[in-house]
């Protein structure tokens, strides 16, 4: 990826950390746009193709939350190239600190959370729910954190979705597929990776469902399409 774009890489670097340490000077659509832009540059040198399906069932309204499988650190860059409406992320605090990342998730205004602190917790989920209810989109992975079991989908953690049912806003599961071999794979072969966005949840679909019932669907529905389309 940096030697592809080796002349570029210092001032989209400079760029880019600029955006992210004064948020305040652009808006939301200006920031996603420059990741967008790095982020293409990124996967054409990375040999990477990503290949959207579902992309009418993204809501036309803003206010909505993605629901992703958690397959690797590249997720985010790849929905973040397959979706054309701006969002944010709820992250593990594990990863805020992560080069390049860093600076991403700084310029799209995302939150971290430690589940280790309860309190934090509940103060990120308030919050979250405050912004999606006044019209920001955001992504939660509710795996709790990428597996190493490629293309499998593990338990979908119920209190994530606390968040989209407080707000009462479109819940839209993503199943990914092959992610994890862009960036945990030492492979540097041509990579393909699958972003389906699925049907939205609306409000009225999950208000009388309990989280963990909510969890167990959207991963029900995750796990249906990466069957129908992982391949062999």
């Known amino acids: 990826m940096v030697a592809y774009n080796i002349l570029l890489v210092p001032f989209f670097w400079f760029k880019l950390c600029y955006y992210a340490s004064h948020t305040e000077k652009y808006t939301e659509e200006e920031r996603y746009k420059l ?3 790095i982020d293409k540059r990124a996967i054409i040198g990375g040999r990477i193709h990503i290949e959207v399906h579902g992309e009418e069932n993204i809501p036309k309204e803003n206010g909505f939350m993605f629901f992703p499988n958690h397959q690797g ?4 860059l790849a929905i973040i190239q397959a979706c054309p409406t701006p969002f944010s992320v709820v992250m593990k605090k594990e990863i805020q600190n992560i080069p390049f990342l860093k ?3 700084a310029c799209m205004k995302a939150y971290a959370i430690d589940r280790e602190d309860v309190k934090q917790s509940m103060q990120v989920i308030i919050q979250v729910t405050k912004e999606v209810k006044a019209g920001r989109n955001y992504l939660i ?8 079991d490629p293309n499998n989908v593990h338990d979908f953690k119920g209190g994530s979705f606390k968040p989209a049912v407080k707000a009462k806003c479109p819940i839209v599961p993503v199943a990914l597929i092959d992610s994890y071999k862009s960036f945990d794979t030492k492979s540097i072969e041509k990579v393909n990776v699958q972003v389906h966005f699925l049907k939205p949840l609306l409000y009225e679909d999950y208000k009388e469902m309990k989280t963990v019932e909510i969890a167990q669907e959207v991963r029900s ?3 249906k399409v990466i069957r129908e389309n992982e391949k062999k």
């Open 103 to 105: 600076q991403v998730f």
């Open 141 to 148: 992975f509710a795996e709790g954190t990428r597996t190493k």
């Open 35 to 37: 990741l967008r832009f």
């Open 221 to 223: 529905r995750i796990e």
């Open 73 to 76: 650190l590249f997720d985010v």
